[in-house]
């Protein structure tokens, strides 16, 4: 099969690797029909030395299920499943915490013989505890957005539920990339009442406006800072959703938090340290958050998609096919598109 | 009258302070009975660098109201009261959070022309909001016990309702000074089945287990941390309290929280960041808890206290009367002490 490999740095190719096949009694085999460009993908595109074992990429995705091992009980062959970010058992003592990101048995894509999601093809361990059946079919014009269900609203939607957002909140999003924008699209359907949107990107932003963002705050820094704190009579807002994983955005979540108020992380942390000592001590800042246990949400956050009440899938501004990936990169590490649809 | 001033670090000295008067309607002047030196005390103690305008010290006190201003309602003279470690005017936003150490006219005592704790007797800004009367006479046998809740007691109070324990829990405790031993205190109080109370001191982890201590961890670092995930099934426990506020203790917690756990931090950090980064959020570790807003938690624990289900003031190993006051400070700098009661 076809599969999208990364060699270094800025060098994203699509070659020949081996198809996929029932290893272990629990596998399944999906045929993929959508993948996407992650956020998180661009942080080795930006960065990997050369290597001569190049990784399998990409994380999100959905198809139809091929085959199935003999110990898979609950999905057939035929059916259409999307697949959150990591593998997960379902069953072990992380999973029924809800905490499928820690699963004993699970892990990532694409590293340890496991297959990426920007391929053909995929080996799905652990079958019955990590795929999720889609009511729809193949053809659907839903699948760009159940596919957002894979990682990049989960993940909006973990940071709005562990800041604790409820309704009548007053919540600040910082970042208007597609984890934003979902954070916007999660706070709003907890019922928080005022959503600031802080980016700079207007095309995103008013996105974000479509999904629910009452304010936009453009600035950065202490500036934005400010902005923030004038919306919200000098106090700030008591859920900040902090979507970037930079330093900087995280003293930016510090600064416009309430005395007393939450900040939520899921951006991962592109620092050793988090600037959060003693003023944040003093002033009783909880930072919570984390990588998303996307699989523990999926099907909490289909019904929304099915009835047409949020449409995630418009973070998708571009499309390419497989064999156009790098050009996918590209358009988002260079900020000329917001998210990369992939359709093979 | 008499106070203790601090002019450089080992330089205690009690000597002759201008008697507190009522300033503003809203004061009230109480004599001091009892008052303790705190952890928090030794940080200046420790370190402070020589001034000619020392301030007075002290936070944790107990008394009789002597006078109060014109707007004092609800507090008369001869109340007997205890004082939490900052001023509050229990109305403002913060306040109706629960936040008193945020209040917007609150503030610490012994600076800004407000009396220290460790004196014979204190203004009290917003006597109304900041004072809370005790319902027994001023020879009660369980004036030491009341006094913790000025703040020890509520500080460890904070870190296991900051950290979420309820019933069945299972808690470890990091740090066997008199904020750890209040922790493991009050995650007994909310129902904690398990308390792993990490501490080297045995007179200090005895005590802890008389308040309530399950399992006793006298190893540190990477033992510790195997110590503790041994006695849990390799996970760590779910709640951790951290009572210390030193970078090491803060690793340490990480190291024995399970994933998707909660870490409250009440020991003032000693540190400008903290090592909170990429592992943290791979394992969804919220930081949570912060100086503590003891006013908020002073009328639930007293009754615990009143009815002798809880003996708090067990924490007071030393008692000197407040000439005798650097000797105190010696004792628990030197760990001879782990907390000096002072009897005024």
Chains 1, 2 share one sequence.
């Not at 996929?20 to 596998?27: A, G, V």
């Not at 014009?141 to 596919?147: I, Y």
């Not at 005022?194 to 406006?209: E, P, Q, S, V, Y």
């Not at 500036?223 to 807002?237: K, S």
Request: proline share 6%.
């Amino acid at each position: 099969m076809r599969a999208t490999l990364l060699y270094q740095a800025g060098d994203v190719r699509v070659e020949d690797v081996e198809d996929p096949k029932i290893q272990n009694p629990t596998d399944a085999v999906v045929r993929i029909i959508l993948s996407c460009v992650c956020g998180s993908d661009l942080w080795p595109f930006k960065s990997q030395p050369y290597t001569d074992t190049p990784r399998q990429m990409g994380h999100e995705f959905l198809g139809v299920v091929q085959e199935t091992g003999s110990e898979v009980k609950d999905v057939k062959p035929g059916a259409v499943v999307v697949v959150p970010f990591t593998y997960a058992d379902n069953t072990c003592a992380y999973c029924r915490d809800g905490l499928h990101t820690s699963c004993v048995h699970g892990g990532p894509w694409g590293v340890g013989g496991v297959d990426g999601g920007q391929g053909q093809a995929a080996r799905i361990p652990y079958a019955d505890g990590t795929l999720v059946k889609l009511p729809v079919g193949e053809d659907s014009e839903l699948l760009p957005d159940l596919l957002t269900l894979s990682d990049v609203l989960c993940t909006g939607y973990h940071a709005a539920r562990t800041a604790g957002v409820q309704a009548g909140d007053s919540v600040t999003v910082i970042g208007d990339g597609a984890v934003g924008l979902s954070g916007v699209i999660a706070a709003k359907l907890l019922g928080a009442e005022r959503i600031i949107l802080m980016g700079r990107h207007t095309a995103r932003t008013d996105l974000g406006r479509d999904f629910g963002a009452t304010d936009v705050v453009a600035a950065r820094g202490e500036e934005g800072v400010n902005a923030v704190r004038e919306l919200t009579d000098g106090f700030g807002t008591p859920k900040v959703l902090e979507c970037v994983g930079l330093k900087d955005a995280l003293v930016q979540a510090s600064g416009v938090v309430r005395h007393g108020g939450t900040i939520s992380r899921v951006g991962a942390p592109q620092y050793p340290e988090a600037p959060f000592g003693f003023p944040e001590f003093m002033r009783n800042i909880t930072l919570t958050g984390g990588v998303a246990p996307a699989r523990a949400y999926m099907e909490e956050l289909m019904p929304h998609i099915l009835d047409g009440s949020i449409r995630p899938g418009r973070v998708f501004d571009r499309t390419v096919g497989l064999e156009d990936i790098a050009e996918g990169y590209r358009l988002m590490n260079d900020r000329e598109a917001l998210k990369t649809l992939v359709r093979l």
